[in-house]
């Protein structure tokens, strides 16, 4: 009696399964990085004077995000040609109320 071989490619739904869980990993820790990147940010921009918060609003990864902006119209020495600027944003997002 002849065995079959035991070199049996695994079945595709176990290479989907594992490329599945490996995209959710990747997905989790970038969502992490990127709430933690934010946090730091907001913290900073608290920080700034009127010239580091133009900069901030042209440089910053994170100068379309709604926290991001809302940090920098809270703070004080943001001029009002900066915050003329963050209200001419386009996008629906900005004027939706903000969760805690």
């Known amino acids: 009696m002849s065995e079959k071989s035991s070199s049996r490619p695994e079945a595709p739904w176990a290479l989907w399964t594992g ?13 992490t990085w ?8 907001v913290q900073e921009v608290s920080r700034m004077d009127g ?19 809302g940090a920098i119209a809270q703070n004080t020495a943001a001029s009002a040609s900066l ?11 900005y004027y939706e109320a903000m969760d805690h």
Do not use: C, H, Q, T
Request: aromatic share 8%; net charge negative.
């Open 51 to 69: 010239r580091r918060l133009d900069e901030a609003f042209e440089r910053s990864l994170l100068n379309r995000d709604k926290y991001f902006l």
């Open 19 to 31: 490329l599945a869980g490996g995209l959710a990993a990747a997905v989790i820790g970038w969502e």
């Open 83 to 93: 915050l003329d600027r963050i209200a001419a944003l386009p996008g629906d997002e």
């Open 34 to 41: 990127r709430g933690l990147e934010l946090e730091r940010a």
